[in-house]
């Protein structure tokens, strides 16, 4: 692939990215400032629910994993605990239910659905896993 | 053409973006200064991440010029046997793309003899890219990025054995 290709290649995972990073921003901004305290009130430090929350608010996301990561830093400044946000950031890019039907024509009915179960199910696994971790080292 | 079939044309990205204008049209009637303060917030943020955005645009760039599909192809397809599995975590990790462009790739890569299981490990080091990884540290700090990547590419094998137990390969 010649530079000019890719180039174009990357532009055109950008010009798919940006929309849907302001418009995300937008909404996390609005809800921060509508009501402070939200996230300190549905995130309580639970290690199952609080996994739980964000692996299904990431579940319900889309796009490259690299929106996550800014949107799950956003969350984690406002107070959302580390946890949620692993698991958001996992689910973000490997279960996908607003690209469900899509995978299910490419790959197969019975491989998306138990792929995207098997996903979320590690998510809360590794989120779990990594704060636990996080804390002992 | 009728407006539902315009509507219908509109990018889902798009048609994302104008309902989140929406909300704020509805939020801007009601409460002024909370919309406003919003998108304030959200000007400042994007604004504190356009050189990291630039950053993650330079490495992708130069991550597209030296994979090549066609090698993909020919490391990923059946009888890859352990090297496969390698070659998954590996073009996992370095390949970048929405689902939509990568789907087709794969579903021409299982018609070839790519296996389910391989599919899996592939899919789930999406999550893993060498070229947002500055952003991660950025965010998360160093020691929570080795632990997750870690972590991620773990279980994508552990992933890739289960899916294959759970869906049989079709024979060709």
């Not at chain 2, 299981?117 to 070229?131: D, M, P």
Request: glycine share 8%; aromatic share 12%; proline share 3%.
């Amino acid at each position: 692939m010649n530079i000019k290709k890719a180039t174009q290649k990357s532009l055109n995972n950008f010009k798919i990215m940006i929309p849907i990073l302001i418009g995300v921003l937008l909404l996390v901004n609005l809800i921060t400032v509508a009501s402070s305290d939200i996230y300190l009130k549905l995130f309580t430090g639970n290690y199952i629910k609080d996994s739980f929350i964000g692996a299904l608010a990431g579940s319900v996301s889309f796009g490259i994993p690299v929106t996550s990561y800014i949107i799950g830093g956003e969350l984690l400044k406002d107070g959302v605990s580390l946890l949620a946000v692993t698991a958001f950031i996992l689910t973000w890019s490997t279960v996908g239910i607003a690209m469900l039907p899509l995978e299910i024509s490419f790959l197969g009915k019975k491989f998306a659905i138990i792929r995207n179960i098997v996903n979320f199910i590690f998510a809360i696994v590794i989120a779990v896993l990594v704060v636990w971790i996080l804390k002992i080292i | 053409m009728s407006i539902k079939k315009k509507i219908k044309k509109i990018p889902g990205k798009f048609k994302f973006l104008f309902t989140v204008f929406f909300v704020y049209s509805i939020v801007f009637y009601f409460n002024k200064s909370l919309a406003i303060t919003g998108i304030e917030k959200t000007y400042i943020m994007l604004i504190k991440i356009i050189p990291l955005l630039l950053f993650v645009l330079i490495i992708m760039t130069v991550m597209n010029l030296y994979i090549d599909s066609g090698k993909i192809e020919k490391h990923l397809g059946k009888d890859s046997g352990i090297k496969g599995w390698v070659y998954a975590t590996i073009v996992g990790l370095l390949i970048s793309g929405p689902p939509y462009v990568l789907f087709p790739m794969l579903k021409d890569l299982k018609a070839s003899g790519m296996k389910n299981s391989l599919l899996a490990v592939f899919l789930y080091n999406r999550n893993v890219k060498i070229s947002f990884i500055p952003v991660m540290m950025y965010y998360f700090g160093l020691k929570f990025t080795i632990i997750t990547s870690v972590a991620i590419i773990c279980f994508s094998i552990l992933n890739g054995i289960l899916i294959g137990f759970f869906v049989q390969d079709t024979a060709k």
